[in-house]
């Protein structure tokens, strides 16, 4: 084993959900910031990049959210509550971030992959992402799918439930991303899907087709902060070869 990855080992059996935070900790919140730096770089799908996080650090604002992850432990004993936020209305944005880098002088990519890429963003993204009134566009979108799949490979995955799927996997690597992060700097997390979202999205000002991915608190484990010992499948149970 390379020495990265002992040292990745160590994170990734050592990361735990904590319920309880020790409030005397002297809180670093630098480490957020890192941490985010470094989930923002997760994979995500056609690096669309779909996703904000919402910093909760203001005394009141982190009672509020803690109140609306149903003043779960985890959530009352933070210093930090981060929200992960799905942001499918921010495609065309993305989609200039995108052509605007493949466009740019310092992109070392080659011409012929430089036109299939620009293509991609200008048409096929826009077809994916854009707004679905009644679902009639998903509709057939699938049937043409199913139609061109009976004769080759297609992929399936086109109507707008699709879509929040796609950008819920994404945040959802850039959440993995974040906690393991936090380990690595000394600190502890909880992910969370105990909550009340639409209150969530109101006290943020989020817009109606934003969605909550998960909220995730943030400090230091105390003595008693882990509840349960941690249990898995077995590696044969759940991992087959084919
Ligand atoms: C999507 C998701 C939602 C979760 N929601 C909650 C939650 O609302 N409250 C909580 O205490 N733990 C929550 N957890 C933590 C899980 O219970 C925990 O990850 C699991 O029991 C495995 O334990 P470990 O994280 O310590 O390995 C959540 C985890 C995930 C991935």
Known sequence: MTNEAQIFDKIVNGRRSVRIYDQTHEYDKSIVERSLQRAILSPNSSNMQLW??????????KKQIAHYCMDQLPATTANELVVFVTRPDKYKESIKLNLDLINSPNNFEKE???????????????????FDFLFIFSLLKKAYVNIVGL???????????????TIHKSVGLAAQTFMLSVYAEGYDTCPMEGFDSKRIKKYLALPKKAQINMVISVGKRTADGIF????????????KEI
């Not at 904000?52 to 604002?61: G, H, L, M, Q």
């Open 228 to 239: 349960y010992p941690r249990i898995r499948y077995n590696y044969n149970d759940v991992v």
């Open 151 to 165: 004769k080759k490979p297609a992929i399936r995955e086109v109507t707008s439930i699709d879509k929040k799927v």
């Open 112 to 130: 012929e992959r430089k036109e299939k890429r620009r293509n991609y963003y200008a048409k096929l993204m826009p077809a994916f992402y854009t």
């Open 52 to 61: 904000e996080f919402y910093r909760i650090t203001d005394s009141k604002a």
